[in-house]
């Protein structure tokens, strides 16, 4: 009998438990079915894909046999069981970078000593939320429409001239730590799951900005929002050619 189904299933599931092993930092002789289930508040796939695993680790031992120090395969998996444990593996050990997902996406940008009514009509022209500072060439901070507006709201309640405020204020002078914070930071090794990890973990922030190194100072490669969702969904379903 042929077991190269079982040789190819093997593989997988090895790839997979030391991925798990080096994520939760467990020692070697850790249950695989455990190690699952404490990976899932780790790992946005694991989560995905608990069910799958933990039937996998019990089929593990029932393809294999062990005699001696040689492991003997007494049971074959079909193609379809192969084909998704590999897919897992993938997804698990190789996930796609978000910069592929994304390798051309305009950010909205304004420059520190420009005046703030440069960033209000930059608003109104890319419809977008969030524009990013730029200070000779690299990211000094953000700006948020709805931080903006509140900006204007505060000298207008005060019976200030808003439209002088606008004018002579700088956009490198209102940007705001507190407001920073409400933004994730990564480096370009980032992935799409890291992507949507940090949504999930953090629900209060605005975006995901990637960076070279995830750094304030550096040129932002990409600005992500809740919006992209659907752009990496369609991407996943056609990486490795199977539905997300």
Do not use: W
């Amino acid at each position: 009998m042929e077991y190269a189904n079982a040789a190819k299933f093997l593989r997988s599931y090895n790839k997979i438990e030391s991925q798990l092993k080096m994520l939760y930092s467990m020692k070697p002789t850790q249950n695989f079915t455990d190690l699952v289930k404490r990976c899932t508040d780790l790992n946005i796939t694991v989560r995905r894909y608990e069910n799958e695993l933990v039937d996998y680790g019990k089929l593990r031992n029932a393809i294999v046999h062990h005699t001696g120090e040689r492991e003997l395969f007494i049971a074959n998996p079909s193609d379809d069981v192969v084909e998704n444990i590999e897919y897992i593996e993938r997804q698990l050990c190789d996930p796609p970078a978000v910069t592929e997902a994304f390798k051309v996406k305009k950010t909205s940008i304004v420059y520190a000593d420009k005046p703030l009514l440069t960033a209000v009509q930059t608003f109104a022209e890319s419809e977008k939320k969030t524009l990013v500072v730029y200070d000779h060439g690299t990211m000094k901070g953000v700006l948020n429409s709805y931080y903006v507006f509140r900006l204007i709201a505060e000298r207008a309640a005060a019976g200030e001239d808003v439209t002088a405020y606008l004018r002579e204020t700088k956009c490198g002078e209102v940007l705001s730590d507190a407001l920073l914070d409400r933004y994730c930071l990564m480096d370009k090794t980032a992935t799409v799951f890291d992507v949507f990890a940090a949504f999930e973990r953090r629900k209060d922030i605005y975006a995901v900005i990637v960076t070279e190194n995830g750094k304030i100072g550096e040129k932002v490669l990409l600005l992500l929002t809740p919006s992209d969702f659907p752009v990496i969904n369609r991407y996943l379903e056609t990486f490795n050619a199977k539905a997300y």
